[in-house]
């Protein structure tokens, strides 16, 4: 599965974006979903993932209650909104996708070494 990630930019501390990542080759809807960021020299970590059939959501501490994740499976798209961004949201974002395989089970869900699929990033910078 080829996954393309957009809808990064430049946002204002308190503002608000929505990332977007397209799926394709793949059964997108048997796929558990995933966001990643990076930030300047830091290693990359979780953010949120969505279970396949949309009945678990997971969150890293530091984005609970401010980004929400969901998916479309009609549209093989699942989406990031990020709201009440701060300036240490400013990362590399990268989607990714959970193996048909593992995607029952959701202790994988916010293991990053078990996805299998990455996008291509898209930048998010926070001013202050």
């Known amino acids: 599965v080829q996954l393309q990630a957009f809808g990064g930019g430049l946002a204002q501390a308190g503002g608000s974006l929505r990332l977007s990542c397209v799926a394709s080759?793949?059964?997108?809807?048997?796929?558990?979903m995933g966001w990643f960021r990076q930030a300047p020299g830091k290693e990359r970590e979780f953010v949120a993932a969505?279970?396949?059939?949309?009945?678990?959501?997971y969150y890293a501490d530091s984005v609970k209650g401010r980004f929400t994740i969901s998916r479309d499976n009609a549209k093989n798209t699942v989406y990031l909104q990020m709201n009440s961004l701060k300036p240490e949201d400013t990362a590399i974002y990268y989607c990714?996708?959970?193996?048909?395989?593992?995607?029952?089970?959701?202790?994988?869900?916010?293991?990053?070494?078990?996805?299998?699929?990455w996008g291509q990033g898209t930048q998010v910078t926070v001013s202050s």
């Open positions: 990714a996708a959970l193996p048909d395989r593992l995607s029952s089970n959701g202790y994988f869900y916010t293991r990053q070494t078990y996805y299998g699929n």
């Open positions: 080759g793949g059964t997108f809807s048997r796929l558990g």
């Open positions: 969505v279970r396949r059939t949309y009945d678990s959501t």
